[in-house]
């Protein structure tokens, strides 16, 4: 008894401790991102609503924004520029297309199916203090966006192995149709494997060991499937 009475008191203090903890990074996010951009991107969703639709393979991840520090992180490693046009996989109300947006991209888009959060995302677009660069929304599934003028991929977890495998195969025709160096950030990877055996693609040497971040460089010029993995056009390549 005394040992279930130890077990309850340590798992409550947990709780409190990792509670406190979000509460504090989201307060700490809100004064020094979200307060200086004029948008709102915190909150998560914790449960599904009733009969509410899911993506195609069902493996689709609910919303919980990228932390800035991660975005920042990104945004070092993969050096966002004039010839970027940027696209947001699942991108929820918007943070990360409101974060390149202020990069001097040449465009920053999210696409998202949740029709509400698309939404929110749109008015955190419309409001943006400092954007650089234009914004664009797509509500639908990002499985049936058009590839061909994304030369920076990113996502934060969005979906499962099935999703991530049809995206990885698109990414593939979309670089035999249109040749280009593109590189792809994801965040949480958890699916990352998939991107690995793609042959179109290889590891950033710069990005290895950061946590819970990797990045890929590939297509052309990028040396992914040319022998020479990791060699492209990025001057942290190596
Ligand atoms: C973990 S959240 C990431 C949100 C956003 N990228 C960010 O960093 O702030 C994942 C998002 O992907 C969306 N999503 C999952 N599968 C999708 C799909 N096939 N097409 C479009 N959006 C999808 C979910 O609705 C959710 O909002």
Not at 32 to 58: D, H, M, S, W
Not at 153 to 177: D, H, I, Q, W
Not at 190 to 203: E, M
Not at 220 to 230: F, I, N, T
Request: with cysteine.
């Amino acid at each position: 008894m005394r040992f279930y009475g130890r077990n309850i008191v340590r798992n409550t203090a947990q709780n409190l401790v990792s509670c406190w903890r979000s509460v504090a990074r989201t307060l700490a996010e809100h004064y020094r991102y979200e307060r200086p951009l004029g948008i709102r991107t915190t909150g998560y969703v914790y449960r599904r609503k009733k009969g509410e639709q899911a993506n195609e393979f069902r493996d689709d991840v609910l919303y919980e924004p990228t932390g800035y520090g991660q975005l920042e992180q990104v945004a070092a490693l993969v050096r966002p520029g004039p010839g970027d046009v940027v696209m947001d996989f699942g991108c929820g109300k918007g943070r990360a297309v409101a974060f390149f947006a202020t990069k001097g991209v040449a465009k920053s888009m999210g696409v998202e199916f949740r029709a509400e959060l698309a939404a929110v995302a749109r008015e955190n677009a419309a409001r943006l203090v400092g954007r650089t660069s234009p914004v664009e929304i797509l509500v639908g599934d990002f499985l049936e966006v058009d590839l061909d003028p994304v030369t920076l991929f990113f996502m934060y977890n969005p979906a499962g192995e099935k999703t991530l495998k049809v995206l990885a195969a698109r990414m593939g025709e979309s670089l035999a149709r249109r040749p280009r160096p593109i590189r792809l950030a994801y965040v949480f990877p958890i699916c990352a494997q998939l991107f690995d055996d793609c042959p179109f693609l290889a590891r950033l040497p710069a990005a290895e060991g950061v946590k819970d971040i990797a990045v890929w460089v590939g297509g052309a010029g990028s040396g992914a499937g040319e022998g020479a993995p990791g060699a492209g056009p990025h001057p942290s390549t190596g």
